[in-house]
Every structure is written in structure tokens, then in C-alpha cells.
């Protein structure tokens, strides 16, 4: 069964040991280049199950609580947020993978997951 948005909001705040201030003033830290901010009216809603957050908000949200997205819009997901490079590593690797087609042949693939483990070797004996 899903949960709400506010079932979470609050566990999630419980979890952090934070009050409904400490989470605005972290949200506001963390607010995106276009300036979205979450007011005190809007967390109040948003735990009281009136209104939900719209895609901006829930991002900063979910990043001030630490944790990702879907879990805090009630998904039965893992809770744990991904790192900013996590995020980064799995969208370059979706990227990669969409530009394998399906004529790729085994030789090409071998080849192409060699060269990756070179990079991968290089950029280590690099440290």
C-alpha cells in the first residue's frame, strides 16, 4: 500500500529529529537556482495532507530530509537518497546503454566493456 506524502513528511522528519522550521530553513538552503522556496504555509499543508508539493519543492524536500523522491511520495522504495554523483554515474550510464543498439555484435561488446575497464585502470593508476 502507498503511503501519503504527509505519512512520510513526517516519519521522515521524526527520523531527522527535525521540527517543521528546521526542515524549511534546510530547504531554503538548499533552494534550486530558480529561487523556489518552501514557506511555512506550504510544509504545514504538505504534513497536514491538504496539498501536495509540486516537482520543484519535493525535490528540495526530499534532498533536506535526505531522502529520495519516491520514497517520500509514498513509493515502497528504499528510503536512502542517492548521492548527487550516484545520480550523475547512473544517468551517464543510461545514456551509454541507449546508444548500444541491439546490432551491437558480441565482438563490439567485448571491445566496448574493454575500453571502459582501461579508462576505469588508467584513471586509477593516475592517483
Do not use: C
Not at 48 to 75: C, D, H, M, R
Not at 101 to 120: A, H, P
Amino acid at each position: 500500500m502507498r503511503s501519503t506524502i504527509s505519512v512520510r513528511l513526517k516519519e521522515a522528519m521524526k527520523q531527522n529529529g527535525m521540527k517543521q522550521i528546521d526542515v524549511i530553513n534546510k530547504a531554503n538552503m538548499l533552494k534550486d537556482s530558480d529561487g523556489v522556496k518552501v514557506t511555512k504555509t506550504d510544509l504545514s499543508q504538505y504534513v497536514n495532507g491538504k496539498t501536495s508539493p509540486g516537482q520543484q519543492k519535493l525535490y528540495i524536500l526530499a534532498k533536506a530530509l535526505n531522502v529520495s523522491e519516491a520514497w517520500l511520495l509514498g513509493y515502497d522504495v528504499e528510503p536512502k537518497r542517492p548521492t548527487d554523483e550516484e545520480r550523475k554515474l547512473s544517468h551517464k550510464g543510461e545514456i551509454i546503454a541507449a546508444h548500444i543498439s541491439d546490432d551491437v555484435n558480441d565482438k563490439e561488446m567485448n571491445e566496448i566493456i574493454n575500453f571502459i575497464e582501461y579508462i576505469k585502470s588508467k584513471r586509477n593508476s593516475d592517483k
